[in-house]
């Protein structure tokens, strides 16, 4: 930095001390990341108890003019990706996890305005025993429902964008706008998320043209009833229940995001060591339940293809895998369960310890949903877990008759942080290279956004857009843009 940009800077953070209050303002970094990403120069943390503040707040940075930015985070669990860092030095962070109001909430009409700290657990909580729920994700109950969606995450249900009907979003000049559909006083008007002429809230996910102090969400009408199918299989048989589970897709016996697991990651689910497990929800009347779960179970032992076929784990007390799948089925109904009782199986720790205590990454392909993709996805695996030593779980989310996003994790012991981004490395060239490109990005990979991030024309004009919204790069210089 220049002395003058030093003085912008200090004068900048003077104000923002100015508008939240020293209390709320935390000098220096952001401390540990799961990922072990390159801890950023952030000159400090800011904690706005107000979404006014959180405006004022960038109004104040934008007067830096360009001496140092905000990247803003929702409750910061980004694990695997960055947690709360930004993508690049000398920034802010913009801690909104104090935002925790559900400032209004129509559950009839299927709709609540939240703020980036409301979690999928406090929503839920507020939903049990009404005719709507929440997309919720298997992360921990304590994550936000906003910033899981400003980053295209994905829910049980569908991808979380889907949910997004109207954000209030801090321009890089401090002018507040509410994009989309927002309740109205007087009038009920249908939640419909478009509006007339360009539709703009999709404008500000995964995107650093603006800061999000709101949003209006879509709730979702909660099914009579639900059965997860369970399903494990050998890994030979990986494409034959991959064309099985499209068939079950396509024709509409399967409900939100079934899900499939190579063994590494099947045994966060209790499955044997070398088994695949599939997750196949079936949802509806109780009546129509029954007969989906039937068609799909019965058509499953008729193809040989399975070694275990259950429909009944969730009902029955003595089943082994009782206690997890029926925390699977609760959480395809809206219940993020506040306990986090798969979430620490998983990780083998509480969600608040992963940042100092665990090694993990994330990287996050796109597959075609056929048996090649999905087939050739698993040797990819195989073949980083050979040249780096790093053995990654492989979910598969099915997004609908074409597609599946495919989580690969690496839990790692944090001595072990150099093999593990070793793998990442390899990852991001081995599936690029067959077409499998991120659909989300890492902190230390979003140079890679020029390589997989769509035709040249496109990202040149979405530049356009920032260079004329945000000229001095106020907010999150880097991020996707
Ligand atoms: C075991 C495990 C399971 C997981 N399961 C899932 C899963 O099922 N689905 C899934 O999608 N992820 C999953 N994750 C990943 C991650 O934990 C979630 O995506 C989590 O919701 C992200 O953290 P957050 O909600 O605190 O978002 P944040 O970290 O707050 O936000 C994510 C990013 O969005 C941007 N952002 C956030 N808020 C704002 C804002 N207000 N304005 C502008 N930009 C903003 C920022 O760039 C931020 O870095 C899982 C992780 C683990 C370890």
Do not use: C
């Given at each position: ?230 399903l494990n299989f050998t890994?030979?048989n ?33 499955s044997a060591?070398g088994q695949f ?28 293809v399975f070694t275990e076929v ?172």
């Amino acid at each position: 930095m220049t002395t003058s940009q030093t003085t912008d800077a200090g004068a900048a953070l003077a104000a923002v001390e100015g508008i939240v209050g020293a209390d709320r303002v935390t000098r220096g970094g952001l401390g540990d990341n799961t990922g072990l990403f390159r801890q950023r120069d952030v000159l400090a943390s800011v904690k706005p108890g107000s979404a006014e503040q959180a405006r004022e707040v960038v109004s104040a940075i934008a007067a830096a003019r360009g001496a140092v930015s905000v990247h803003a985070f929702s409750t910061g669990r980004n694990w695997g990706l960055g947690s709360r860092e930004p993508a690049t030095d000398t920034v802010v962070a913009l801690d909104l996890s104090d935002l925790t109001a559900i400032r209004d909430i129509d559950v009839a009409a299927g709709w609540a305005v939240v703020e980036p700290g409301v979690t999928q657990g406090q929503l839920a909580g507020l939903l049990a025993d009404t005719e709507r729920m929440v997309n919720v994700t298997v992360s921990t109950a304590h994550s936000s429902v906003l910033g899981n969606a400003l980053d295209r995450g994905v829910g049980l249900r569908h991808q979380r964008v889907e949910d997004l009907v109207g954000l209030e979003v801090v321009l890089p000049d401090g002018e507040l706008v509410h994009v989309g559909w927002w309740p109205e006083q007087d009038r009920k008007t249908p939640v419909y998320p478009h509006t007339l002429g360009p539709s703009l809230v999709q404008l500000f996910v995964q995107s650093n043209l603006g800061v999000v102090t709101g949003a209006t969400i879509r709730l979702l009408p909660r099914p009579e009833a639900l059965r997860v199918v369970r399903l494990n299989f050998t890994p030979d048989n990986l494409g034959a229940a991959t064309d099985l589970l499209r068939r079950w897709v396509t024709q509409g016996l399967a409900a939100g995001v079934p899900k499939f697991y190579n063994p590494t990651a099947a045994r966060g689910y209790g499955s044997a060591p070398g088994q695949f497990l599939l997750h196949v929800p079936v949802d509806g009347t109780e009546a129509a339940v029954a007969a989906l779960s039937a068609i799909i179970a019965e058509e499953a032992t008729r193809s040989g293809v399975f070694t275990e076929v259950s429909t009944t784990d969730a009902t029955d007390p003595t089943a082994e895998h009782h206690a997890v799948t029926s925390l699977v089925e609760r959480s395809y109904l809206g219940d993020p369960d506040v306990t986090d009782r798969v979430f620490e199986q998983k990780m083998g720790m509480r969600a608040d310890q992963l940042d100092s205590d665990l090694g993990f990454l994330f990287f996050l392909p796109l597959l075609p949903f056929t048996a090649e993709a999905v087939v050739k996805a698993e040797e990819l695996l195989a073949r980083v877990h050979a040249d780096t030593g790093i053995l990654a779980g492989g979910t598969g989310n099915v997004l609908g008759a074409d597609l599946v996003d495919l989580v690969v994790a690496m839990k790692f012991d944090r001595a072990d942080a150099r093999a593990a981004h070793r793998a990442l490395d390899r990852l991001y060239e081995l599936f690029s290279e067959q077409g499998f490109l991120p659909y989300r990005l890492d902190v230390d990979h979003h140079g890679w956004i020029d390589r997989v991030g769509g035709r040249p024309s496109a990202r040149a004009f979405a530049r356009r857009l920032k260079d004329s919204l945000d000229p001095t790069g106020v907010i999150a210089p880097g991020r996707y843009l």
